[in-house]
Nanobody, 115 residues
Framework: QVQLVESGGGLVQPGGSLRLSCAAS????????MYWYRQAPEKGREWVAH???????NYADSVKGRFTISRDNAKNTVYLQMDSLKPEDAALYYC?????????WGQGTQVTVSS
């Protein structure tokens, strides 16, 4: 019943912006830290950012200053605002939560950065 559904990916030029969404359902995500990960072809899954129940955010060094994670508890949704995108940001982006000792992942949304 617990589901995470990412959306908002697409093709952008270097320097462009995208806003990813992670819609949670089947549970109230507000008490839980929510995570964004990404995986590029032939690379491991990389932690990008997370946001705590109190709204405190942390970022990987590679995206710090360019990405912003936020949440709207009324909508049960977490966002990742990505600015100043670089080709190396291209990846499949996943939302994640640990809920009742279980890892839940969305299906991913594809971000492509090229000119």
């Amino acid at each position: 019943q617990v589901q995470l559904v990412e959306s908002g990916g697409g093709l952008v030029q270097p320097g462009g912006s995208l806003r990813l969404s992670c819609a949670a359902s089947g549970f109230d995500s507000s008490p839980y830290t929510m995570y964004w990960y990404r995986q590029a072809p032939e690379k491991g899954r990389e932690w990008v950012a997370h946001i705590t129940r109190r709204g405190f955010a942390n970022y990987a060094d590679s995206v710090k200053g360019r990405f912003t994670i936020s949440r709207d508890n009324a909508k049960n949704t977490v966002y990742l605002q990505m600015d100043s995108l670089k080709p190396e940001d291209a990846a499949l982006y996943y939302c994640n939560v640990v809920y009742r000792a279980t890892d839940y992942w969305g299906q991913g949304t594809q971000v492509t950065v090229s000119s």
